[in-house]
């Protein structure tokens, strides 16, 4: 059997969940979880631009996974092309359901937003915030307030290669994913409150797959 045809085969028999990110931060983070989760996790890493995460999406959709989920920082959607191009993928994939004529199946894309970034949700293992970030190291950044946590954390490549696993390095400076998925949903909730403010909807991914949840 060849490879492809197996990974095919588990798609249809298992949860069949791709999960996308923008960079080597979610990849990293993402392969560091994947035994926490009762379910495949199958990470993507895409190349910065809409064109290239439709194209990811339009494979996993091809490759027959259930749910499809894209991880999105919001702080390189500031500017106005860049927003357009993300308004128009929001209104051709979010929440929709795509059908897959060679498994039978539907496809759901489901958008998960960091605001400003990925990080937000590595803060949120320790504290809550919704503070008015920006970024994560330029405007309003969030950068020294992750530190005041996470005093060796780099954003580059070589050091999620270094630190054990992102995740492992987390709970190893104090922090919790259950009170991650507990600072996320407050997060949104602000959110859908007051509209501004830091936030991250990682508890859709991981708040009621992570077997410690109370979910």
Same mark, same amino acid.
Not at 73 to 87: H, L
Not at 139 to 147: A, F, G, Q, R, S
């Given at each position: 059997m060849k490879r492809s045809d197996r990974k095919k +085969?588990?798609?249809r028999q298992g949860s069949g969940i791709a999960v996308i990110g923008e960079g080597a931060t979610e990849q990293y983070y993402l392969l560091s979880i994947q035994g926490l989760l009762p379910i495949n996790i199958y990470p993507k890493v895409v190349k910065d631009g809409m064109d290239y995460l439709i194209a990811r999406?339009?494979?996993?959709?091809?490759?027959?996974?259930?749910?499809?989920?894209?991880?999105?920082?919001?702080? @390189?959607?500031?500017?106005?092309?860049?927003?357009?191009?993300?308004? @128009?993928?929001?209104?051709?994939y979010s929440g929709k359901q795509f059908k897959n004529r060679q498994t039978g199946g539907c496809s759901e894309v489901i958008v998960i937003e960091n605001h400003p970034c990925l990080e937000i949700w590595f803060y949120y293992y320790f504290r809550l915030t919704t503070g008015l970030y920006s970024s994560y190291e330029n405007?309003?950044?969030?950068?020294?307030?992750?530190?005041k946590f996470l005093p060796e954390y780099e954003k580059r490549t070589e050091f999620f290669k270094k630190c054990g696993g992102l995740h492992q390095y987390l709970i190893s400076k104090g922090g919790?994913?259950?009170?991650?998925? +507990?600072?996320?949903?407050?997060?949104?909730a602000h959110k859908t409150a007051s509209n501004n403010g830091a936030f991250s909807e990682m508890c859709r991914l991981i708040g009621d797959k992570h077997p410690k949840s109370n979910r």
């Open positions: +085969r588990s798609f999406v339009e494979e996993c959709i091809a490759e027959g996974y259930d749910k499809i989920y894209c991880l999105i920082d919001m702080d @390189n959607k500031s500017g106005q092309k860049e927003k357009t191009a993300y308004s @128009n993928f929001l209104h051709q405007v309003n950044p969030l950068k020294p307030e992750l530190l919790s994913i259950e009170t991650a998925i +507990r600072n996320s949903e407050l997060s949104i």
